[in-house]
């Protein structure tokens, strides 16, 4: 479980972050798209993210961890997906929000189904591995 989660984690925080490396090119590879546009790949994922955060972890901790944990991973999946083949940087804005709400899903379901599933004894350095990946 714990790869399975900090897996989970590390894809929704490397996505917050590694599309400011990324930002030239993709610039580029939409013809030169205006820095205002393309503002909107890394602001409109963040702003998402974080928004949804408490939603999400609320709505799973009435509907169950494990489903919206999946449903997050599904929903991140797809929207890469949709990242990956967005025909323009409109696209691309709509795809990154939707990958955001999955990441905001996985984020604190990640956690919930750690503790879950640690035993006591090992909980403080599972949650050290989780925070160090996420990190």
């Known amino acids: 479980m714990f790869a399975t989660v ?9 996505d917050l972050f590694i599309v ?3 930002l030239p090119a993709i610039g580029r590879s939409f013809g030169g798209s ?8 890394l602001s409109g ?13 609320r ?12 449903t997050g991973l599904a929903v991140f999946t797809l929207a890469s997906v949709g990242c990956a083949l967005a025909p323009n940087v409109g ?6 929000l ?9 984020m604190p379901t990640s956690l919930a189904l750690l503790l879950d ?16 990946i996420g990190g």
């Open 45 to 57: 994922y963040a702003i998402v993210f974080a928004a949804l955060l408490v939603v999400a972890g």
């Open 59 to 70: 709505v799973a901790d009435r509907s169950g961890h494990k489903p919206v944990f999946l």
């Open 98 to 106: 939707v990958q955001a709400a999955g990441a905001a899903l996985l």
């Open 91 to 96: 696209t691309l804005v709509v795809a990154r």
């Open 20 to 22: 400011n490396v990324a």
């Open 34 to 41: 205006g820095l205002g546009s393309l503002s909107w790949v």
């Open 117 to 132: 599933t640690t035993s006591p004894e090992k909980r403080a350095g599972a949650v050290r591995a989780w925070a160090s």
């Open 6 to 14: 900090a897996a989970a984690v590390f894809m929704s925080n490397l």
